[in-house]
């Protein structure tokens, strides 16, 4: 199991573009990177998935460098509805290993 | 469009009564997990399944039974409450590595 390291507290303002690096020096080949976001009272939900290089959707980006030992979750322009614990996950690709255990996350709060 | 429906959503037990909380999905998924989230903490899991038969234990198991008779159905049983298992429960089924949480079980042991 690949184990993950983010920094457990981040502070922001409106508008700012956030990244949240986590660490994953164990990555195996076949391990995916998964962010997800959990607000206050609820469960958490999926943000963004990748391998390798650079994934964009409309909520957010994720950059991959070539090691894959680390990956970047950059939130554009964030308001403070962003607001929210983001958890990085390690996981394999290849099946469902099982076992998808979570760090402690990073609580981004975003000020006016 | 349910996903994954956790029953009750609050409950309150007394010290050394049982319960069982319940979870449901409609996706299909072979793997169903359980995590609990104690206040101002993170998710650790306590039981998963890769299918129907197969379950196994995560990080913090002790105290609770799983059972995996169905691939919709994935139940926590408390099998005597203590004052420890406060938390918030969160059950998961998973699509490949896209994990779907349920809305939570809030549960108070007293």
């Known amino acids: 199991l690949a184990k993950t390291t983010q920094p457990i507290s981040m502070d922001s303002y409106e508008g700012q573009e956030v990244n949240i690096t986590c660490s994953h020096n164990n990555i195996a080949t076949n391990d995916y990177i998964t962010w997800y976001q959990q607000f206050p009272s609820q469960g958490p939900r999926f943000i963004i998935q990748?391998?390798?290089t650079k994934v964009t959707n409309e909520v957010a980006s994720l950059f991959i460098p070539a090691d894959r030992k680390s990956s970047t979750l950059s939130l554009p322009r964030v308001s403070l509805s962003d607001t929210a614990v983001y958890y990085c996950l390690v996981g394999s690709g290849s099946g469902n290993t099982g076992k998808l255990i979570f760090g402690q996350g990073t609580t981004l709060q975003v000020k006016p | 469009n349910a996903g994954v429906t956790q029953t009750p959503e609050f409950q309150v037990l007394k010290t050394g009564q049982s319960m069982t909380l319940q979870c449901a999905q409609d996706?299909?998924?072979?793997?169903m997990s359980w995590y609990r989230q104690d206040p101002g903490m993170g998710l650790r899991l306590i039981h998963y399944?890769?299918?129907?038969?197969?379950?196994d234990q995560g990080e913090v198991p002790n105290g609770y039974n799983v059972s995996r008779s169905t691939t919709e159905d994935f139940p926590l049983r408390l099998l005597s409450a203590a004052p420890s298992q406060t938390s918030v429960y969160f059950c998961a089924s998973s699509s490949w590595n896209t994990i779907y949480f349920g809305e939570g079980s809030w549960l108070t042991v007293v």
């Open positions: 399944s890769v299918g129907a038969g197969i379950t």
């Open positions: 990748g391998y390798k």
């Open positions: 996706m299909n998924h072979e793997y």
